[in-house]
């Protein structure tokens, strides 16, 4: 079935250093792929997205790359700061048929200042 | 504000009982999905409505139930409620790929 896995589950980085975190998706014929950010007892809040027609956007200090052939993606965030803390889940979806987000396990960023 | 409204915030209940989640989507998003986020645990798709319409499913369990009214607001529905149902309850809406969370119904059963 539709699976994504999401590695690390933690990460720890001194402030002013950057973050990666990895996500593969099982699902060929995922096109869609966000990252939600999520503090403590909040929502997710969307990030960033990429869609499959892109190998990589960014917006400011996120960038995020996407390899369709190995079926990874990933989320870079550079100059991190305190307020970068919290979880961040990628996802994977058939965007083009209202597909639904299939969510990775989450990584648990915290930056230190 | 993501603009997509739960109610309640929260909710207490008893082993046994029966709850129903509300969720408003967004202004001209026809689906509403719902999510189960228990302690620690990552976002667990529980199903997808699309203009009233059930779209997808996930590992629902057989006592939760949930449909999508025509003015689009959804309800989840858990019934013979179980300690280990004790967890965040996200909807989340969308019109195309972008889907859009509320704050989430926080339910603890004792």
């Known amino acids: 079935g539709e699976n994504v896995e999401q590695h690390p589950s933690t990460l720890s980085v001194q402030e002013g250093d950057s973050a990666v975190i990895k996500c593969t998706y099982s699902?060929?014929?995922?096109?869609?792929f966000p990252w939600y950010k999520q503090e403590l007892g909040k929502r997710p809040q969307l990030i960033i997205n990429?869609?499959?027609?892109?190998g990589e956007k960014k917006d400011q200090r996120i960038a995020v790359t996407l390899n369709k052939t190995a079926k990874h993606f990933s989320l870079h965030i550079t100059e991190t700061q305190p307020e970068d803390s919290a979880v961040y889940f990628c996802a994977a979806s058939r965007a083009n048929q209202g597909g639904k987000l299939i969510f990775g396990q989450g990584t648990e960023l915290s930056v230190k200042p | 504000d993501s603009g997509v409204t739960q109610t309640p915030k929260h909710l207490i209940t008893a082993t046994g009982q029966r709850v129903t989640l509300r969720c408003s989507p967004r202004s001209g998003d026809l689906s509403v999905y719902w999510y189960q986020q228990s302690l620690d645990q990552g976002l667990q798709f529980l199903i997808q409505y699309y203009n009233g319409e059930e779209r997808a499913k996930g590992n629902i369990l057989e006592r939760f139930s949930a449909q999508q009214f025509p003015d689009l607001h959804s309800e989840l529905n858990l019934s013979s409620l179980e300690l280990g149902d004790s967890a965040l309850y996200f909807c989340a809406s969308s019109l195309g790929a972008e889907a859009f969370f509320g704050q989430g119904t926080r339910l603890t059963v004792v």
């Open positions: 699902d060929s014929a995922s096109n869609y």
């Open positions: 990429i869609r499959s027609n892109v």
